[in-house]
């Protein structure tokens, strides 16, 4: 069996820059099959996520059927971390994706961004070990990485509304749904 890949983030919400990278990654067949995780939803953080994690869910969902039928029967929005209660670890993810796919190899895929804290992350040696950690670059931050001339967008720009770079169903679940910049 191919490779599994889990592409994880805060999706808050999901946009074309994330879309751009799972189309390069499924494109170059880096993985045979993506999982796309929403992170939980912490409790008590300064910097929690506006959206619920079932909206953030829904706005993945809706985001991946924008994809081309071919790259769409590959990809799935895995509501893991969402359902899961209390700190969402990295290792957890991939302990459980392993129990579905018992005979494949485990990539988890992370922006330059967020592999500059690695170190910090739960059992991080152990999380090395288990599977494959694939760093994708991103405009603006300097670690060295997969380069899939990655979009210089992030969903801060779209919760401020200076950026509209989202798929139109994404836009209309955030209108419809007041969320971000829409509901002021
Ligand atoms: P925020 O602006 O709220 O920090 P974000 O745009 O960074 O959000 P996340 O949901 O935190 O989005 O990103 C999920 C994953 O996708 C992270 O690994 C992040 O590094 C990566 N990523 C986000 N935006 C891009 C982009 N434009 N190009 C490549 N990778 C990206």
Redesign the pocket.
């Known amino acids: 069996m191919s490779a599994v890949g889990i ?6 919400p999901i ?1 074309l ?2 879309l ?2 799972i189309t390069q990654l499924l494109q170059r067949d880096i993985i045979g099959h993506l999982l796309i995780v929403p992170a939980g939803q912490p409790l008590l953080r300064a910097d929690a996520p506006v959206a619920t994690g079932a909206q953030r869910r829904a706005m993945c969902q809706l985001a991946i059927e924008s994809l081309p039928a071919d790259l769409r029967s590959r990809v799935e929005v895995n509501p893991i971390e969402i359902l899961r209660e209390g700190p969402s670890y990295a290792i957890d993810t991939v302990d459980a994706v392993a129990a579905t796919y018992p005979d494949a190899q485990i990539v988890l ?6 592999y500059a804290n690695i170190d910090k992350w739960h059992r991080v040696e152990e999380l090395k070990n288990k599977c494959r950690i694939i760093v ?1 670059e ?2 603006g931050y300097s670690f060295e990485g997969l380069d899939i001339s ?8 779209i ?1 401020e509304g200076s950026s509209n770079q989202i798929p139109q169903s994404v836009a209309h679940y955030i209108k419809e749904n007041g969320l971000y910049a829409s509901a002021k």
């Open positions: 592409y994880g983030g805060t999706f808050d946009h820059g994330h751009h990278v895929f992370v922006g330059s961004d967020a994708i991103r405009p990655a979009l210089d967008i992030s969903a801060t720009q919760r």
